[in-house]
């Protein structure tokens, strides 16, 4: 177990520049965005399903 945690980085020491930190939160939105498009793939909401 110390060992996988050795293992991982620390991001203490890390510089993110704002471009850097906004690219990778939208990264992050576009999987999410494309994970709830695969989830509801199908699903109907037609009148009649309420």
């Known amino acids: ?3 996988i945690v ?4 620390s991001f203490q ?3 993110l520049t ?4 906004r ?4 990264l992050c939105g ?3 965005f494309g994970a709830l ?7 109907d909401l037609s009148y009649g399903f309420f």
Not at 6 to 9: R, T
Not at 37 to 43: D, E, N, R, S
């Open 1 to 3: 177990m110390t060992t």
């Open 6 to 9: 050795k293992s991982i980085p």
């Open 13 to 15: 020491d890390a510089s």
């Open 18 to 21: 704002p471009d850097q930190l």
């Open 23 to 26: 690219t990778a939160l939208r």
């Open 30 to 32: 576009a999987v999410v």
């Open 37 to 43: 498009l695969h989830a509801t793939y199908g699903l």
